[in-house]
């Protein structure tokens, strides 16, 4: 029998040329959510998984359960490989993506290659680990095949509606009681094993007021000069958000912004409704239940001068943040070592500031990691920005560390 470590690392050579056609193809096609209908996404990528040998379980997330996520239809998918008895070792990454927005030099859609990065919306977050997870575990097959003992199995889990929350991506799955991994690695960037990550809280907010002819502003009631009070007063409040600073490296401060506003009828009626859409960011050491308190009392308060007003607010989304669980400390480490090895420099555990379907596995009590293709950095990546990239040579250096990492985990 060969060195199951050398047949996964020529594996993965021989197939590098397939991975970045595979990737270029989920790129190509759109599942921009919103609208967040996906579908179709997931019927290609279920078809380029069954092209490559896996059989593929298709997972329809009833239409009224998709309504009230606020989107239009996703199909998750699971590939199970089982090698022998063992611990259940589950892949993470999602294929919705955020619309591409303005501002683009190459085809959001086209897969375009440039200077060794692919140019395309999702082609980092997180598209790019359908492709990680799937090549390692083709070479943890070729491994098996060639006589590598391996005790256990591993899950591609590929799911719709992270950019949504993801209630009805790995939630819905573990909740169906369709998948009950020992372990979870989700989507994340080369040069980090992520063990923890923010909350977050999204919460609408409308100010009705009473319309008016503007010729005559004070027969009505200003709902936009309310909403200004009532902006001006968090954004004062957020400049003390800084004070504050994780103990988690790569966490940071907690963070508030204001991210939709809509308002008025018209240019000459005084507007008798103005609605607005916050995002406010958690570190793991905040209780998300008083940080919503605080944000509802701010509001209200700056709001109850206005004589005619009133303010509702409603909750969108409460994210959870990710903390490291009792049982993963094994897959954290041997993470770590095997990037380290692989990238050619330090790769340690760490937070970020961002916050991810991880937490449906942890809150579930499945251990879970972050670790994936891409850069050093979301910045460096374009995540969620214009001209999206991903270094095809951390694509293909991740999955080594993934497909080693599942060697080390399940071997007899």
């Known amino acids: 029998m060969s060195n199951p470590e050398d047949i996964i690392r020529a594996t993965l050579e021989a197939e590098r040329d397939a991975q970045v056609r595979f990737l270029a193809e989920l790129v190509k096609m759109p599942s921009d959510n919103p609208p967040g209908d996906c579908s179709a ?7 380029l998984l069954e092209e490559l040998g896996f059989t593929v379980e298709r997972h329809p997330v009833p239409e009224e359960t998709v309504k009230a996520a606020g989107m239009i239809s996703a199909t998750n998918l699971i590939v199970r490989k089982k090698f022998g008895e063992g611990p259940v070792i589950a892949l993470n990454a999602h294929g919705d993506v955020v619309p591409p927005g ?9 897969a375009e290659i440039e200077d060794g990065w692919m140019y395309g919306r999702g082609v980092a977050v997180s598209k790019s680990d359908f492709a990680t997870y799937t090549y390692a575990l083709i070479a943890l097959e070729r491994a098996a095949a060639d006589g590598a003992a391996l005790n256990g199995s591993v899950e591609l889990h590929f799911t719709y509606d992270e950019e949504a929350g993801g209630e009805i991506g790995p939630r819905w799955l573990i909740d169906q009681g369709l998948s009950k991994p020992d372990l979870s690695i989700g989507a994340g960037f080369s040069y980090n094993v992520v063990t923890a990550h923010n909350g977050c809280l999204h919460l609408e907010v409308t100010v009705h007021g009473k319309s008016a002819h503007a010729a005559m502003p004070y027969t009505g009631h200003d709902a936009l000069e309310a909403a200004n009070a009532v902006l001006s ?8 958000l800084g004070k ?9 401060s907690p963070q508030m912004t204001v ?3 809509e308002g008025g009828i018209n240019t000459n ?25 605080e944000l509802r009392a701010l509001i209200e308060s700056a709001a109850e001068p206005f004589e005619g007003i009133t303010v509702t607010i409603r909750r969108i989304l409460l994210a959870a943040p990710l903390m490291p669980l009792e049982g993963g400390e094994d897959l954290t480490e041997r993470l770590a070592a095997r990037a380290a090895e692989v990238m050619g420099e330090p790769v340690a555990a760490k937070g970020v500031p961002l916050y991810t379907d991880a937490r449906h596995y942890t809150a579930a009590g499945i251990p879970t990691v972050l670790y994936g293709a891409g850069p050093h950095t979301i910045e460096e990546a374009n995540a969620h920005r214009a001209d999206e990239r991903l270094p095809l040579e951390d ?4 999955t080594e560390v993934v497909a080693l990492t599942l060697l080390d985990l399940l071997k007899a």
Do not use: C
Request: aromatic fraction near 8%; glycine fraction near 10%.
């Open 41 to 47: 996404h997931g019927e290609r990528a279920a078809v």
């Open 102 to 110: 303005e501002g683009w030099t190459k085809d959001p859609y086209g």
């Open 233 to 240: 007063a968090l954004y004062d409040w957020r400049k003390d």
């Open 244 to 252: 504050t600073v994780s103990e988690i490296e790569g966490i940071g």
């Open 259 to 261: 991210g939709l506003i």
């Open 269 to 293: 009626v005084v507007p008798d409704r103005v609605t607005f859409r916050l995002d406010r960011r958690m570190i793991p050491e905040e209780n998300s239940e008083q940080a919503e308190a």
């Open 395 to 398: 694509l293909h250096k991740a």
